[in-house]
C-alpha cells in the first residue's frame, strides 16, 4: 500500500478533473472534521440534473435525521468536475467532511490513502449487518480481500434510452440490440439536418472511461494486467477506444460539437428532441427534471457486438454506482456512523433511490416493487446478469483520469476533422500509461 500523500499526491499530478453521470467533518475549506458531536458535514455527489435538485431531494432527509437524533448534518453538493480533486486534497491535509459520497469505481484508490474508515465486521454490524447489501453494490467497495472503504448507496448501471417520437418519425420500430444495428439506426435519424442519432459527452472523463471500459470487454480488454498494471495499449483496448470515438469519426451518428460536451449535456439535447439515443446511467429522473413525460422515452440494454447481453464479450455496462464513506479522523465516528445506517435504512433507500431513479443496493429495499417498473426493471437485469465491475486497483482513479483525456482530446481530433487511425488511438493511449507508469 502507498502512504496517504503518495497516493493522493500521484493522482493530483494527473490533473484530476472528473465528470460524471459515480465524495466524501468540515470542508476542505471549511475547517475541522465536525464541528461537535452533534453536527456532521456531509459531501454529497451531484447525482440530479442540477446541485439545487440534489439539496431538495437531500435535506428533508437530512432534517428527518438530525430530528431523531439531535445530530444536524451540513450538507454540501460537489459538482463531479471538483469531486475527486477535493477528496484528494482532503486525504492530505486532513480537513475533509465527516461522511461523503464516491464513485464506487475510485474506492480502491481512495482506500490505498488510508483515510477512509474500513467497513470490518463490528462497522457493518452497527449499520445491520454487510448481509444487508447485494452482492454486485459489495464488489465495488474497495480491493478484493480487504475491508471495504465504504458502504453502497445507490446503484446503477447503462442502459441505451431513445426518443420514441423521433424513432417513429424515422419509422423505426425498435431500438437497436447490437453496435451494427445502432450506427445504422443512428444514421437513419441523423440524414435530418439538425439532428442526431446518439449523444456523447466528448469532456466528460469518467463517462468516456465507462464506454470504453464496456466495449474493452467486448474486445476482450480489461486495461490492467492480472497483478495490476497499466495495459492500454493491447489490440482489444486500441479497438474499444476507436469504436467509441468512431461513433463521431466515421459512423457519423454522434455531432462534433458533442466533443465539447460534459456532465448531463447530452441530456439535455436529448430531452430537446435533437438526439434520438443516449447511454447513460438511471436517466430517468433527469429526463423528468428536464421536462420530459415517461411515455415520450424508452429503455433497451445497451448494445452488445451481436446476440443477448450477458459476461464476458456480451458485457454491457460497467457496475455504476455510488458509496458513502466515512474519513477515518472525523471527530464524531460514532454520529458518522449512526447516519451511513440511517442512509442505507430500508426506508431511505427506497426514497433516496426512487428520487434519483437508481438502484437500492440494499437487499429488502430492491425488493420493493416500486423499483420493477420497465424503467428500472432492465437497470435491474443489466446488474444481475451482463455487468462487470471496473477494476478494483490503487490506480483506477489515474486511469479514469489519464484515458479518460486521451478519449477526450480524440473527440477533439474528430471533431475538428482530423483523421481517428488505430496508429493516433495508440499512441494517445501509449502517452496515457506512460503518464501511468511515470507517477
Request: aromatic share 8%; proline share 5%.
Amino acid at each position: 500500500m502507498r502512504s496517504i500523500r503518495a497516493a493522493a499526491v500521484g493522482a493530483v499530478t494527473l490533473s484530476l478533473a472528473l465528470a460524471a453521470s459515480a465524495c466524501g467533518g468540515g470542508s476542505a475549506t471549511g475547517g475541522g472534521s465536525g464541528d461537535s458531536p452533534k453536527t456532521l458535514t456531509y459531501w454529497a455527489s451531484n447525482q440530479g440534473a442540477s446541485i439545487e435538485v440534489d439539496k431538495k431531494v437531500l435535506q428533508p432527509e437530512l432534517d428527518k435525521f438530525e430530528k431523531e437524533t439531535g445530530i444536524k448534518v451540513k450538507l454540501e453538493v460537489v459538482p463531479w468536475s471538483d469531486l475527486l480533486n477535493r477528496i484528494l486534497t482532503a486525504t492530505t491535509s486532513g480537513q475533509g467532511p465527516d461522511v461523503l459520497n464516491i464513485g464506487n469505481t475510485w474506492s480502491a484508490s481512495l482506500q490505498a490513502t488510508g483515510a477512509l474508515l474500513p467497513w470490518d465486521g463490528k462497522n457493518f454490524d452497527a449499520i445491520g449487518g454487510r448481509d444487508r447489501f447485494v452482492d454486485s453494490a459489495l464488489g465495488s467497495t474497495g480491493v478484493q480481500g480487504e475491508d471495504p472503504a465504504a458502504v453502497p448507496l445507490y446503484s446503477m448501471a447503462y442502459a441505451l434510452y431513445y426518443n420514441k417520437k423521433m424513432f417513429a418519425d424515422a419509422g423505426i420500430s425498435e431500438p437497436p440490440a447490437t453496435w451494427d444495428e445502432l450506427v445504422e439506426t443512428g444514421r437513419k435519424i441523423s440524414k435530418d439536418g439538425g439532428k442526431w442519432g446518439l449523444g456523447a459527452e466528448g469532456s466528460n472523463l469518467s463517462n468516456n472511461i465507462h464506454q470504453v471500459f464496456v466495449l474493452g470487454k467486448q474486445h476482450g480488454a480489461d486495461f490492467f494486467t492480472a497483478d495490476g498494471k497499466p495495459d492500454f495499449t493491447s489490440d482489444g483496448a486500441v479497438a474499444a477506444v476507436k469504436q467509441y470515438v468512431d461513433l463521431m469519426a466515421k459512423d457519423k451518428v454522434v455531432a462534433p460539437g458533442n466533443a465539447e460536451y460534459a456532465q448531463n449535456q447530452s441530456l439535455s439535447d436529448f430531452a430537446k428532441g435533437k438526439t434520438a439515443m443516449v447511454l447513460w446511467q438511471t436517466a430517468s429522473a433527469t429526463f423528468k427534471s428536464l421536462g420530459m413525460k415517461d411515455d415520450e422515452w424508452g429503455v433497451a440494454p445497451a448494445p452488445v457486438p451481436s446476440g443477448a447481453p450477458g459476461t464476458g464479450k456480451a458485457t454491457n455496462s460497467m457496475v455504476a454506482g455510488i458509496n458513502l464513506a466515512v474519513f477515518k479522523n472525523t471527530h464524531n465516528r460514532d454520529g458518522a456512523t449512526e447516519f451511513v445506517k440511517f442512509m442505507t435504512s430500508d426506508a431511505e433507500q427506497k426514497i433516496l433511490n426512487q428520487a434519483y431513479g437508481s438502484i437500492p443496493p440494499v437487499k429488502a429495499a430492491q425488493a420493493d416493487p416500486a423499483f420493477g417498473a420497465p424503467s428500472t426493471a432492465v437497470l435491474r437485469e443489466t446488474l444481475a446478469t451482463s455487468a462487470a465491475a471496473l477494476p478494483q486497483v490503487p490506480d483506477e482513479s489515474q486511469f479514469e483520469t489519464a484515458v479518460g483525456t486521451a478519449v477526450k482530446e480524440l473527440f477533439a481530433d474528430a471533431a475538428a476533422g482530423r483523421a481517428v487511425t488505430t496508429e493516433s488511438v495508440k499512441a494517445r493511449l501509449a502517452k496515457a500509461q506512460q503518464q501511468m507508469l511515470a507517477k
